[in-house]
């Protein structure tokens, strides 16, 4: 195997014409230059350097050696300049996926913040509702995964093999038409709202407003579901049916025709920063989760 150090004498021995030349430059032994290219020319198997009372020239395949080396050294030095930047935050790249509310809410200030710090690096953003986020994650389309479960103990054992930032907990909350007969109430029971058409949004939200449902004594009518939150506030102001939103994502928009309210037995979810063990130690996505964690807090 040839090692970028013997590689480094080589091209010294070369340009300088000796030894004790290479040696001086290098700040070296003469005698750990002659140790050093032996192993060389050991590890290449054939000799490199003529050797002689008046002189030393190098062999064709010495030539060889040498040509080749300044691209080698030349590459080694640009990777290390680089590494060394990415360890030192100067430059470095984050691909983050996030559920929508949380694009919305958490991302902008984490990313303002993180660029502000460290200029240099770069964030891309994807939009994905966990599973999927988190298949990305293990599939390795991401580095950083911003994720929520239901419940205290919703789903325990699926992020086992990850690490987890825990963000916040976000409560849900119900949208009402504001003309609905609970809208001015200050909480209002999920048995209250059994004959109520409802607005579902993705499947892990669905389920959760169904088991909510169930466990207040009905099953929920569910005449229509988006994913998109602007459409399901205008569907209940429209007077449509009602709905269960999570506090986040009404931070980000504005209800028209629609009131928000307290739900009892309250709902519950838990947001958290996911990313692989190996990538926690990427300075830039633990840069990324610190910046998530601040935002949060806020």
Known sequence: MIEARHLRVLRAVASTGSFSAAAR?????????????????????????????????????????????????????????????????????????????????????????????????????????????????????????????????????????????PLLTDRLVGLLPEGHRLAGADAVSIADLADESWIAGCPRCRHQLVEACENAGFTPRIDFATDDYPAVIGLVGAGLGVAFLPELAMESVLPKAARTVTVEPAVRREIVALTLPDLARVPAVAATLDQLERAASR
């Not at 080396?69 to 590494?83: M, P, Q």
């Not at 770069?122 to 966990?130: K, Q």
């Not at 995964?145 to 239901?150: D, E, G, H």
Request: glycine share 10%; net charge neutral; hydrophobic share 45%.
């Open 25 to 165: 430059e290098l700040g070296c032994t003469q005698p750990a230059v002659s140790q050093q290219m032996k192993v060389l020319e050991a590890s290449v198997g054939t000799t490199l350097l003529i050797r002689t009372s008046r002189a030393m020239r190098l062999t064709q395949a010495g030539e060889v050696l040498v040509r080749h080396a300044t691209g080698i050294l030349s590459g080694l030095t640009a990777a290390e300049e680089e590494v060394a930047a990415i360890a030192g935050l100067r430059a470095g790249r984050v691909r983050l996926v996030s559920f929508p509310s949380g694009s919305s809410t958490l991302v902008p200030a984490a990313l303002a913040a993180l660029r502000a710090a460290h200029p240099g690096t770069r964030v891309s953003l994807v939009d994905a509702e966990p599973p999927r986020s988190v298949e990305m994650l293990r599939d390795g389309d991401c580095d950083v995964a911003l994720a929520f479960r239901y419940g205290s103990n919703g789903g325990a054992g699926e992020w086992d093999d990850l690490v987890v930032r």
